[in-house]
């Protein structure tokens, strides 16, 4: 029986564990993909349609997005050492576990449906130290 190598890390598991991806969450998920011997990143970006078997290890979400006006979802499994890394972009509210009905709605009528999505700010201390920074030149120029 072979075994898979690639074991992800205890800290990884525990990280995956605690990401909090839901449904309505726009995602970029960075895969990991072997070719003529060489590993690259690959990034796919798209909308999280539904999150199964919550932080078991069987744990799956599925992304959704539109490339040449047709749509390709992807299954991705929440723990498998190909996923490098999965930013969360964009926060929705939305009213369902499962949002399988985007399927069949038009980009500009999802986007009405979703008006309320909040940006999330990567970086929070960017700000900070630019207003710090400005404070401190009018308290040399004063």
């Known amino acids: 029986m072979a075994s898979n190598t690639n074991i992800i890390s205890p800290i990884a598991i525990e990280d995956r564990k605690n990401l909090d991806i839901r449904p309505g969450d726009t995602v970029r998920?960075?895969?990991?993909?072997q070719e003529?011997?060489?590993?690259?990143?690959q990034a796919f970006e798209g909308l999280v349609l539904a999150r199964k078997h919550g932080t078991e290890a069987?744990?799956?979400?599925?992304?959704?997005k539109v490339i040449d006006s047709v749509g390709v979802e992807k299954i991705f499994p929440l723990y498998t050492p190909m996923i490098d890394k999965?930013?969360?972009l964009r926060r929705s509210k939305v009213r369902r576990a499962k949002l399988y009905f985007v399927r069949e709605k038009a980009a500009k009528?999802?986007?009405r449906q979703m008006r309320r999505m909040l940006a999330i700010d990567k970086d929070q201390n960017t700000d900070t130290k630019h207003d710090a920074k400005a404070t401190a030149e009018v308290a040399v120029e004063a």
């Not at 998920?29 to 993909?33: G, L």
């Not at 069987?58 to 959704?64: I, P």
């Open 86 to 88: 999965i930013e969360l």
């Open 36 to 41: 003529k011997g060489k590993t690259r990143l």
């Open 58 to 64: 069987g744990a799956t979400f599925t992304v959704r």
């Open 109 to 111: 009528e999802i986007r």
């Open 29 to 33: 998920v960075w895969q990991k993909i």
